[in-house]
């Protein structure tokens, strides 16, 4: 039974190690570099949710989904980092505007405003978290990539104190109805290993004062679970285990990333106004 429960172990650790490496490297390295690493991660999400959209029978209109996701993300980084003007955002709305023309020239669906709505939620559900967390990077005026980076290793810490703490203690169901496999051993477990992170993140990275790092912890920690189920949900809802097999051992880049799209709205906003 145990050796059924860690088979994917190894690929699990091999993959999270280099990609964890590779992202790290890119948000730590430059602006540039960070754009790019979350650029292909912003498409990539993008386009397994419209694929599994597909796989319910839903026509979304993935190719104008795709280009407005990667166009608010794009804009909210050179917006944030100074080089050209708020007003650019106004091109978002003409642009996403295109997706009822566009579906005017589709004569044989049977419920185009459906798959509308679909292609919007692509675009607010993957790629506007994603710009949300361009303005966390210049939350100083500036790029900082020790918010972005201390983001990361909370919401990694947490992943990974749930995955074993549920793999060995987990008996009490958290959300049985959405996901089965999720206990609340797993979910203090994780609590527990992201806070010994966020400690440590708040005594090198002093971008922000500790009493901010504990908050955003907190905001990763119950933001990244609800992200999990919210995922979950979806998959469900197409009867899936995995968005995608992108990252051996972890599924999609959805099902790796799925934290920080519920975590990046609220994060923002604590950081925003406190």
Request: glycine share 10%; hydrophobic share 50%; net charge positive.
């Amino acid at each position: 039974m145990a050796d059924k429960k860690f088979s994917n172990l190894v690929p699990r650790l091999l993959t999270g190690i280099l990609g964890a490496t590779a992202v790290i490297w890119g948000v730590a390295f430059s602006s540039w570099t960070y754009f790019a690493v979350f650029f292909f991660i912003c498409l990539l999400s993008m386009l397994e949710f419209y694929k599994l959209s597909g796989l319910d029978g839903l026509v979304p209109q993935k190719t104008i989904g795709v280009i407005s996701g990667l166009a608010v993300f794009s804009l909210s980084f050179f917006v944030e980092n100074g080089m050209i003007s708020y007003r650019y955002y106004f091109l978002i709305f003409p642009l996403i505007s295109c997706v009822y023309i566009i579906k005017l020239y589709k004569q044989s669906e049977r419920k185009p405003f459906t798959n509308i709505a679909i292609t919007f939620l692509g675009i607010f559900y993957t790629a506007v978290p994603f710009a949300l967390m361009n303005v966390a990077a210049f939350e100083n005026k500036k790029y900082n990539y020790q918010i972005i980076l201390g983001c990361l290793l909370i919401l990694w810490a947490a992943d990974t104190g749930a995955y074993f703490a549920g793999s060995f203690l987990g008996k009490r169901k958290l959300f049985e109805r959405i996901s089965p496999k999720k206990s609340w051993e797993g979910f203090i477990g994780g609590a527990l290993l992201a806070m010994v992170f966020t400690y440590g993140i708040s005594v090198y990275f002093t971008s922000l004062p500790p009493w901010q790092w504990l908050c955003v912890g907190w905001i990763i920690i119950i933001g990244g679970t609800y992200g999990d189920l919210v995922e979950s949900l979806l998959k469900r809802s197409i009867e899936i285990k995995d968005s995608g097999d992108s990252l051996p051992g972890h599924g999609g880049f959805l099902d790796r990333f799925d934290g920080l799209l519920i975590s990046a709205p609220f994060i923002v906003a604590f950081l925003e106004i406190f």
